[in-house]
Nanobody
Framework: QVQLVESGGGLVQAGGSLRLSCAASGRTFSRYAMSWFRQAPGKEREFVATISWDGVGTSYVDSLKGRFTISRDNAKNMVYLQMNSLKPEDTAVYYC????????????????WGQGTQVTVSS
């Protein structure tokens, strides 16, 4: 089992950047594929990005490619989401999630979820 705690959210102006962090507990972090999802007010949760257990493989929702970058540091049990050129429509609660399989052919369905961190982008 793994526990996830997100941080790094906040209020930023359009065009700015934020780096979200997700701290994972447990010795087996490096065995998990990690993902970021987001949920905007009144909308369904949306897949953002995923990264393989070794950090070699990454996959993004097409609409965010080039602006968002997922990465991980297995030595620190951390996964990150670098968000650049932020837009008001990026406003959402961002969730970190973990799964035992790395999925790119479909949207991942992670087993473990964090509590989320709020990102608000002002225009």
């Amino acid at each position: 089992q793994v526990q996830l705690v997100e941080s790094g959210g906040g209020l930023v102006q359009a065009g700015g950047s934020l780096r979200l962090s997700c701290a994972a507990s447990g010795r087996t972090f490096s065995r998990y594929a990690m993902s970021w999802f987001r949920q905007a007010p009144g909308k369904e949760r949306e897949f953002v990005a995923t990264i393989s257990w070794d950090g070699v493989g990454t996959s993004y929702v097409d609409s965010l490619k080039g602006r968002f970058t997922i990465s991980r540091d297995n030595a620190k049990n951390m996964v990150y989401l670098q968000m650049n050129s932020l837009k008001p429509e990026d406003t959402a609660v961002y969730y970190c999630a973990a799964d035992t399989v790395y999925v790119t052919s479909s949207i991942p369905v992670p087993v473990y979820w964090g509590q989320g961190t709020q990102v608000t982008v002002s225009s």
